[in-house]
């Protein structure tokens, strides 16, 4: 692997948190100089390939990878939907969002083994999730919590209202395996 290839893949996986210099640096084992270079060449790679989505978006402190502004109205129609349901995916970074929070983006990856940034951004689309804060440390993650909207969308108060996750667990511990099996052997066919 390059160290050209190797910015890309931080990059992408940092997500729309982005990373300052000096981690890319760090990580690359690289000075801030090579990593200015890495970062114009890849720029410049990512403006002269029409083929390409991306683009690199480099403010103050951090440098994001994003797409280009022409694919704006393709992704604003991605992120309204064809209909208002959400996927397994997104349900699950809800729930995960929604006992933790707040909670960054690598701390759900980390609880639900799989990447969630398309999750994270429908949830904002939809206005369940925002931005909460952000964590004092390298890169300054962003923490995610609950919208008012989240409560009005699941009708609860707050969110001492949502189901206690001690007790669900305890309840499906206590029935055995084998009545959960006759329970589904009950509805099915018939030998």
């Known amino acids: 692997m390059t160290k050209l290839s190797e910015l890309e893949a931080i990059l992408f996986i940092v997500g729309e948190e982005g990373i300052g210099l000096e981690e890319i640096s760090y990580l ?10 890495l970062l114009t060449e890849l ?3 990512y403006e002269n390939d029409p083929a390409s989505a ?3 978006l480099e403010t103050e402190a951090h440098v ?14 991605y ?12 349900v699950e970074t809800l729930a995960i969002i929604a006992y933790k929070q707040p909670i960054t983006r690598v701390e759900i990856e980390q609880i639900r083994g799989v990447q969630v940034s398309g999750a ?16 004092e440390g390298p890169g300054r993650p962003i923490l995610y919590g609950t919208t ?12 001492k209202d949502l189901p206690d996750i001690q007790a669900m667990e305890h309840s499906l511990n206590e029935e055995s395996s084998l009545d959960l099996f006759f329970d589904e052997m009950d509805e ?4």
């Open 43 to 45: 720029k410049t790679r």
């Open 148 to 159: 008012p909207y989240f409560l009005d969308y699941f009708g609860l108060n707050s969110l």
């Open 54 to 56: 991306l683009h690199i």
């Open 28 to 37: 690359l084992t690289i000075t801030k100089e090579e990593t200015v270079a």
């Open 120 to 135: 994270i951004q429908r949830l904002a689309a939809h206005q369940l999730i925002e931005e909460k804060g952000r964590v």
């Open 64 to 77: 994001v990878l994003t797409t280009k502004k022409e694919l704006a109205p393709l992704l604003k129609r």
């Open 188 to 191: 099915g066919e018939q030998i």
């Open 79 to 90: 992120a309204q939907g064809t209909s208002n349901t959400l996927s397994q995916a997104a």
